[in-house]
């Protein structure tokens, strides 16, 4: 099935480091999405972005449509503990509704 | 307000044997979504139901089949389990208009 490029796949990092991932399709999309997934959860919604070259902050996270409309970035400021999971992208591309791509998803490890 | 709630969470099947896993989404909430989650193959879409229909199909085989009531709750039906069946399946909902989902814990069906 057709799947958005995540990067990177997995990431360790200090507890306070900031972390950044983005998402990259070859499509263009009208809307992107931002999810967390904790082990045996379902994936919670973090952020949406609605138009190209948005820049929304939700807490410590950081989350911009790209001006191309063809990819997003995820930061996390001064990450914590309880930031460990999986990061999903998702986005609905132009033409198309009632249906979200995701991403292969990056896992966060965080080191105390 | 309740969230997504699936049953059951957990389900071990023989291969060959049906399933149906059900899925009632937030109340007022109209727009059912169902996803099956794979370590390899990441979130992938199977379909998506509004008022009874179904608005919007991936590409899984006709084994998968889908249903929604009156009440906007939703069932998700697989025939003939095969090994590769085994999966976190995941539904989502939201309200018409509304970007983004709100998703239910999972079902995870292991097929023996």
């Known amino acids: 099935g057709q799947q958005l490029n995540q990067s990177p796949q997995s990431m360790f990092i200090q507890e306070g480091e900031d972390v950044s991932m983005n998402c990259t399709s070859s499509?263009?999309?009208?809307?992107w999405l931002w999810y967390k997934q904790d082990p045996g959860e379902g994936p919670v919604l973090l952020i949406a972005?609605?138009?190209?070259?948005e820049l929304t902050s939700n807490g410590r996270l950081t989350a911009q449509f790209g001006i191309t409309r063809k990819d997003s970035f995820l930061n996390i400021s001064a990450s914590i503990p309880s930031d460990v999971g999986i990061y999903f992208c998702?986005?609905?591309?132009?033409?198309?509704?009632?249906?979200?791509?995701f991403g292969t998803g990056t896992r966060l490890k965080v080191l105390a | 307000k309740a969230g997504v709630t699936q049953t059951p969470r957990y389900l071990i099947k023989t291969r060959g044997q049906q399933v149906t896993l059900s899925c009632s989404p937030i109340?007022?909430?109209?727009?059912v979504s169902w996803y099956q989650q794979t370590p390899g193959q990441g979130l992938q879409f199977l379909f998506e139901?509004?008022?009874?229909?179904?608005?919007n199909k991936g590409n899984f085989p006709g084994r998968f089949s889908g249903r929604q009531f009156s009440n906007s709750r939703s069932e998700m039906n697989v025939s003939t389990l095969e090994l590769g069946d085994s999966a976190l399946y995941l539904c989502?909902?939201?309200?018409?208009?509304?970007?983004?989902?709100?998703f239910g814990s999972g079902t995870r069906l292991t097929v023996v």
């Open positions: 139901y509004f008022s009874e229909t179904q608005r």
């Open positions: 998702a986005g609905q591309e132009s033409g198309t509704t009632y249906k979200y791509i």
């Open positions: 109340s007022g909430h109209r727009s």
């Open positions: 972005l609605y138009k190209a070259g």
């Open positions: 989502a909902s939201s309200s018409q208009g509304e970007y983004g989902y709100t």
């Open positions: 499509s263009i999309f009208n809307t």
